[in-house]
């Protein structure tokens, strides 16, 4: 089905008039131009770019069936006013304070998103899904080139930056996220972004990072050790990689998101690290590296096939430090996992 049709059958289906989409990941998603700087209003008969004029020659090339609205000439209120919407869908949290208020008029109802369009975005076409193993090939390719790089004295910076050069290198426009480079006893803070800290040896080495190919993103993290080290990290290690793999092997679709959260959480706490374990256990990818729906003990949603997305559990000792294990995956429509990283989780000691 069109994009524009399934939002329309859910505006129909919320007994509204129209959407107005400002999240960026909506708009680039719609439109397949990632540089948009606008809104997007589509009712039932029409869909119109409210923008300026920096775009207008771009959006003729790239969305010819919208109707380009210049934001110098008519104010959004006008544009509303003139199509005789009386309930529209708004995504507040992409909305800035004036623009909400300039919606708030005694004549309209005014209806919260509620994910519309990330729910619709949960389920990849076979070219998205294409494109989310791309920017995992990506990020398997830098994961084997940047061992040759880890050593002792450099510095965790040199390594996030050597990895976003090889990225960009082999493809990718820009990275998902800055890459996380944790080291030593850093290396027990799920998100420590990198430092100046030098790499020492008997330590791990937490690098989660990602790529940007053709719009869509992957998510990856992996942990190494530098040399050998005291045994307890090396327990956690396997616990954490057979967590993960368990977990893998046990999803189905329709099994409620939360029940796997629950699963992998369930596993690492049997093994005696429950309160190491203090993250949801992955999130769906594509447009952005964090998508709707998380996997985590708060979810509603149900696994559907063919949404991309990561398990991740990790466990991390204070003072001593931590290991994350993550995967891009999706289930295809006969409920059998495909894996889009494919680099080695085997124990590694350079």
């Known amino acids: 089905m069109d994009k524009l049709e399934h939002i329309r059958q859910e505006i129909s289906a919320r007994q509204a008039d129209a959407i107005l989409i400002s999240r960026p990941a909506n708009l680039s998603y719609l439109l397949d131009f990632p540089d948009y700087e606008g809104l997007l209003l589509l009712d039932q008969h029409e869909q119109y770019l409210y923008t300026d004029g920096r775009f207008f020659t771009q959006l003729k090339s790239v969305a010819p069936e919208f109707k380009i609205i210049d934001r110098a000439q008519t104010t959004l209120k006008q544009l509303v006013r003139q199509t005789g919407i009386k309930t529209l869908i708004i995504e507040p949290d992409y909305l800035n304070v004036s623009t909400f208020r300039e919606l708030e008029q005694p004549d309209w109802h005014i209806i919260d998103s ?174 952005e590296c964090h998508e709707y729906p998380t996997l985590n003990a708060a979810s509603v949603e149900k696994m559907p096939a063919n949404m991309t997305f990561t398990i991740e559990p990790g466990i991390y000792l204070p003072n001593q430090g931590g290991v994350r294990l993550e995967d891009d995956l999706y289930l295809d429509e006969q409920g059998q996992v495909q894996m889009l990283t494919q680099s080695s989780k085997e124990w590694l000691e350079i």
């Open 114 to 287: 509620s994910n519309l369009v990330e729910k619709i975005r949960m389920i990849k076409t076979p070219t998205e899904i294409a494109k989310v193993q791309q920017a995992a090939r990506i990020a398997d390719q830098v994961f084997t080139e940047i061992l040759n790089y880890i050593k002792p004295g450099v510095s965790e910076l040199a390594i996030a930056n050597e990895m976003e050069y090889l990225g960009k290198k082999l493809g990718a426009s820009a990275t998902s996220f800055p890459t996380i480079v944790a080291s030593g006893v850093r290396s027990a803070m799920p998100h420590g972004s990198a430092t100046n800290k030098l790499i020492a040896a008997h330590e791990l080495v937490v690098l989660d990072f990602g790529f940007v190919y053709q719009g869509y993103d992957s998510d990856i993290t992996r942990t190494i050790a530098v040399g050998n080290v005291e045994p307890e990290l090396q327990k956690i290690y396997q616990i954490v990689l057979q967590a993960q793999q368990a977990t893998i092997n046990q999803i189905q679709l329709q099994q409620p998101l939360a029940a796997i959260d629950a699963f992998a959480h369930d596993y690492i706490a049997q093994a005696g690290y429950g309160p190491e374990y203090m993250h949801g256990t992955g999130h769906s990818v594509g447009r």
